[in-house]
């Protein structure tokens, strides 16, 4: 097993491909999926080196939808080769747990400090300097990345270090770490449902001088009731044999077109009842 262990050199080629080919492959459907799994693969084909199907088991879910600021991404990237590496084909379900309850919180923090803040404020003081005509403006901006790369280099050590305590202790119980990163996964998502899906119900039933707003209805009852009825649909087509993300678009597409143009008829014939 001492072959299959992560040299320095293996972390540092992880972070190199980090680095250049993160967002290579970005698509609509995984996003930053593709790349992700080009940038772990010599750490993969170091713990599988002598397990073919582990290998082909390991890049395939790797391959999963992921999503998160490039800079954040190194602390994910880390924990999960320490995971792989401690545990081997039993880290599945952590791995794909971890990403998936990670990506957003960490989207959320990247995307403040290195998208927003970092850039407002280096290069302000930068464009600040150079309108003087000092060459220090150009200078200012080189260093400050030349701080990120550095950072990004340590982010992949601390997810490794920290990951690789923390595998360690429960390698012989493996169910609290998956069940933690699983629990918070289901919250993101949870969470998604109701802020990213926006449908809603513009009907109304009028008798006399008393009108029911459907909507208003629905939410009584459930808050974002209309936008779990769509996860669940799309969730059950998934499941569907020869089903996949491309269909479910077209679907979607397709539904909401038909929902769209159907809904003055709807609402005449509404009229038409409520009178």
Same mark, same amino acid.
């Given at each position: ?14 972070? #190199?491909?980090?680095?250049?080919? $993160? ?9 930053? =999926?593709?790349?992700?799994?080009? #940038? ?16 082909? %088991? ?47 919180? @960490?989207?959320?923090? =990247? ?38 790369? $550095? ?18 202790? $429960? ?41 029911? &707003? ?5 939410? %009584? ?11 669940? @649909?799309?969730?059950?087509?998934? =499941? ?9 678009? #077209? ?8 929902? =769209? ?5 709807? &609402? @005449?014939?509404?009229?038409? @009842?409520?009178?």
């Amino acid at each position: 097993m001492e072959n299959n262990k992560l040299t320095k050199s293996d972390i540092n080629k992880v972070y #190199v491909r980090n680095l250049f080919g $993160f967002q290579w492959g970005w698509n609509y459907e995984k996003m930053q =999926g593709l790349g992700y799994a080009w #940038v772990i693969m010599p750490a993969l084909k170091r713990i599988y080196k002598n397990n073919p199907e582990g290998m082909k %088991k390991a890049l395939k879910m790797q391959l999963g939808y992921f999503n998160t600021t490039p800079a954040m991404s190194h602390l994910i990237i880390g924990a999960d080769m320490a995971l792989e590496e401690s545990l081997g084909e039993k880290s599945e379900e952590a791995v794909s747990s971890l990403k998936t309850g990670l990506m957003g919180p @960490f989207a959320g923090v =990247g995307d403040t400090l290195f998208l927003a803040i970092y850039r407002a404020i280096v290069f302000s003081i930068a464009s600040y300097i150079a309108l003087d005509g000092n060459a220090i403006g150009l200078i200012v901006p080189v260093f400050a990345c030349l701080a990120v790369l $550095f950072l990004r280099y340590k982010f992949t050590y601390i997810g490794y270090n920290q990951s690789k305590k923390l595998a360690v202790g $429960f390698a012989n119980s493996i169910a609290p770490i998956t069940e933690g990163a699983a629990i918070l996964g289901l919250t993101v998502v949870g969470g998604l449902i109701a802020s990213v899906i926006t449908y809603k119900l513009n009907l109304t039933f009028t008798l006399g001088e008393v009108s029911l &707003d459907i909507q208003s209805m629905l939410d %009584k009852i459930m808050p974002s009731l209309i936008p779990l009825l769509v996860v669940l @649909f799309s969730y059950w087509l998934l =499941g569907k044999k020869k089903f996949n993300s491309t269909h479910l678009i #077209v679907v979607i597409i397709a539904i909401g077109m038909v929902l =769209g143009n159907s809904q003055g008829m709807l &609402d @005449f014939v509404i009229g038409l @009842f409520s009178k």
